[in-house]
């Protein structure tokens, strides 16, 4: 079993910026791939980035591609989103995942594990 724990949401105006985190236990986090999702009010829960388990490798969808970047500590079992140059339209609750099926981050049923989602509110 793993516990993901993500903090670092709140309100932001637009064209600033978040960092959200995500504290993983239970596991070996250097063993695992991580992700990062997000769902917007009637929306379905999308992929935004993710990261190897060795940090080297990293995804994101396009949309978010120069804007955020995800990181990992492996010390501190944490995996970052950093978010720059935040939009209304990434307004949603931020979700990580762990444990990887596949080799398919975007996908949320290839992830076992998720945290409880954290709220990111952009105003214009």
């Known amino acids: 079993q793993m516990q993901l724990v993500e903090s670092g949401g709140g309100l932001v105006q637009a064209g600033g910026s978040l960092r959200l985190s995500c504290t993983v236990s239970?596991?070996?986090?250097?063993?695992?791939?991580m992700g990062w999702f997000r769902q917007a009010p009637g929306k379905e829960r999308a992929f935004v980035g993710g990261?190897?388990?060795?940090?080297?490798?990293?995804y994101y969808v396009d949309s978010v591609k120069g804007r955020f970047t995800v990181s990992r500590d492996n010390a501190k079992n944490t995996v970052y989103l950093q978010m720059n140059s935040l939009s209304p339209e990434d307004t949603a609750v931020y979700y990580c995942?762990?444990?990887?099926?596949?080799?398919?981050?975007?996908?949320?049923?290839?992830?076992?594990?998720w945290g409880q989602g954290t709220q990111v509110t952009v105003s214009s």
């Open positions: 995942a762990a444990d990887l099926v596949t080799s398919r981050y975007y996908r949320d049923s290839d992830w076992r594990y």
């Open positions: 239970g596991r070996t986090f250097s063993a695992e791939d």
């Open positions: 990261i190897s388990l060795s940090g080297r490798g990293t």
